[in-house]
């Protein structure tokens, strides 16, 4: 997996039990496949079509820094599967933990928002 995006735990992020929002989680994934996505097919028309089944492994607390780590899953006519996992880095250690996983489809379109053919250069 590749090193798509990075963010620190601020205040405004967490949730009423201390831990990171998951909601917040989630943009953050969708925002780093989303920006993944455009350079591998080379175009900035995607759109998400699917977020599969997010799983939480552990909490985030404030101040960790979160390293979310793409590759790509599977290209289709017109569509990108993006696998994506969250990682909790320790910088003292060196150390990380995986904190979320998913896979992402999204769907590239044309000027119109219709779905339009990935044409990958060879």
Not at 10 to 24: A, E, K, Q, S
Not at 43 to 65: A, D, G, M, Q, Y
Not at 85 to 108: P, Y
Request: with cysteine; hydrophobic share 40%.
């Amino acid at each position: 997996m590749e090193l798509i995006s990075t963010h620190i735990v601020m205040t405004d992020d967490i949730g009423v039990n201390g831990n990171l929002f998951g909601g917040r989680m989630m943009s953050w994934l969708d925002d780093a496949s989303v920006g993944f996505a455009t350079q591998v097919i080379r175009n900035p028309n995607v759109l998400t079509l699917k977020i599969s089944e997010c799983v939480f492994h552990r909490p985030s607390k404030l101040k960790n820094l979160i390293k979310i780590y793409g590759e790509v899953k599977h290209i289709g006519h017109t569509s990108i599967t993006v696998g994506i996992e969250a990682r909790r880095a320790d910088v003292i250690k060196g150390t990380e933990e995986l904190v979320c996983s998913t896979n992402i489809l999204l769907v590239q379109v044309d000027a119109h928002g219709k779905p339009s053919e990935i044409k990958l250069e060879k």
